[in-house]
């Protein structure tokens, strides 16, 4: 265990410990099962004391209910725990504060000395995966998981991220543009993205019990969905399961989708609200069962949340699957409506960077549409996921209404790219004629009005189109009227630029 810690701080453990065990003994009308680990009654005596709302929030959770061997025990569909065996050592204790933060120390390096314990400061995926690994290893090949290298080691998207988030200042008359720092890019896309965090070192912090020694951590805190952890692996369990409860009806219902997912780029929590599921969740939601594993369609909810459509296994009133778990929040989807610059086919892998369209660019699509389609999935498997999602919608409707709703998703899609394609033709034009400069594509008036077409009014359109019904974010809220006044503003401030420098068609 080693030691380091102050006679104070070894006091306090020893005496808050000896306390919660007392007290929680069948002695004295506490519980006899489950049990906790003594380095866990040792975490809690303090913990309870100095930040009493993390255990409280652990006290709610199952975790803390369960141990992993009584897990094993629940039949298939409605077991939590997708591991075949758990450690005989984690086994017969509740999941508490030293099975999940100790962990795998050799690979932490923001492993330390805490109170006697060798305690590492973040969970991560590669520890959950002890009791999770099919969710872990499902998770670690999604968009998500790579999401930081997605945006910051595709050049395009690192021009447009520093072009959005730089800091702008006047000098001489003209606006100059420096890149973000870290801190705003923590704020800003990588909040949601996530952060590469590294250790420095240790440091000192003043604490109730006196100063100690912990990690110094390089952009922390932070949970967003990429996040590069000091053990190696990706991702954080943590943005949809949030600690330490690690609720799954925190994870199911849209608020937590809602943390990343809003307008105006991805507009899918603003839109759910407007729609016709969305009206039933915010009406009747304080009814469903959101905790039950299967999730039972008509019995347990009534009406599709983002966790129905993208992850939850399903099944109906009978016990028929519906649809199985996955952690790949992509996998059932065959059509990427988040365009950049146009929405296209699902990408074969969950990194993005290897993508590279005809033109040597980094993208999914030529400027003019044409897909790479070596990079993304083919039509065969298009079909079986659309296949996947309608039997999804076709346990509350009929196949006939299930079709109507794709045969318009799929115009829409088709019309929102056709107009993405006029937007990019005129800036085509401009950057042939020399009215825009294309050493950054994303920086100059007219180019930001392109992107506001495909990154905010073609998006919102699609977005509205698939969620069954929002049709003011289709016609007028970033929607039909925008797309069209965008590309009349960007044709005439062509013109103006034009007369104004004397650009020739033909330069």
């Known amino acids: 265990m080693g030691g380091g810690s102050s006679g104070r701080g070894s006091a306090v453990v020893w005496l808050a410990s000896a306390l919660l065990l007392l007290f929680t003994s069948p002695a004295y009308g506490g519980p006899e099962k489950p049990r906790m680990s ?124 520093d072009s959005v988030t730089g800091l702008k200042r006047i000098k001489d008359g003209e606006i100059t543009s420096e890149k973000p720092s870290e801190k705003t890019l923590q704020e800003t896309c990588l909040g949601c993205h996530g952060t590469k965090i590294e250790v420095r070192g240790l440091k000192k912090v003043s604490t109730e019990m006196g100063e100690i020694m912990v990690p110094d951590l390089t952009n922390w805190p932070n949970q967003g969905v990429g996040r590069q952890n000091p053990d190696g692996s990706l991702g954080a369990c943590t943005s949809c399961h949030p600690r330490h409860g690690f609720s799954i009806e925190v994870a199911r219902k849209p608020y937590t989708c809602a ?80 365009g950049l610059i146009y929405s296209h086919p699902q990408p074969r892998s969950g990194d993005t960077t290897i993508i590279k369209n005809k033109d040597g660019l980094p993208l999914p699509t030529t400027f003019t549409g044409e897909y790479a389609s070596e990079y993304l999935i083919d039509e065969a498997e298009q079909e079986e996921r659309l296949k996947s999602m309608k039997a999804i919608c076709n346990a509350c409707h009929s196949s006939d209404w299930t079709n109507g709703h794709f045969g318009k998703l799929e115009n829409t899609i088709r019309e929102t790219n056709e107009m993405t394609l006029a937007a990019t033709e005129l800036m085509l034009q401009a950057w042939q004629r020399g009215i825009e400069d294309r050493t950054n594509p994303f920086d100059e008036p007219l180019e930001k009005m392109w992107i506001k077409q495909w990154l905010f009014y073609s998006n919102s359109i699609r977005y509205a189109s698939a969620m069954t019904g929002a049709p003011d974010y289709a016609a007028f809220k970033l929607g039909w009227w925008e797309l069209a006044e965008n590309l009349q503003r960007m044709k005439d401030m062509i013109e103006l630029k034009s007369r104004c420098t004397g650009a020739s068609p033909d330069r």
């Open 38 to 161: 003594a380095q866990t009654r040792a975490c809690i005596g303090c913990h309870s004391i100095y930040t009493p709302g993390i255990v409280y929030d652990w006290r709610s959770g199952r975790h803390s209910r369960t141990t992993p061997e009584e897990a094993l025990k629940s039949p298939v569909l409605q077991r939590r725990v997708s591991a075949k065996s758990i450690p005989e050592d984690l086994s017969r204790y509740v999941v508490g504060c030293y099975e999940c933060h100790s962990r795998n120390p050799e690979k932490h390096k923001d492993n330390f000395d805490h109170m006697g314990f060798r305690i590492n400061v973040i969970v991560t995926p590669e520890d959950c995966k002890t009791c999770h690994p099919v969710e872990v290893k499902e998770y670690a090949g999604s968009k998500k998981a790579l999401a930081i290298g997605n945006l910051l080691d595709n050049p395009v998207y690192h021009t447009l991220v």
């Open 259 to 338: 943390q990343c997912h809003l307008e105006p780029d991805t507009p899918a929590w603003n839109v759910y609200k407007e729609s016709k599921h969305g009206n039933i969740y915010l009406s009747a939601s304080s009814k469903w069962r959101f905790d039950a594993v299967p999730w039972t369609v008509g019995k347990d909810f009534t009406a599709p949340t983002c966790a129905v459509c993208h992850s939850s296994l399903l099944v109906s009133p009978e016990g028929r699957v519906i649809a199985q778990r996955t952690h790949d929040f992509g996998s059932r989807l065959w059509v990427r409506l988040f």
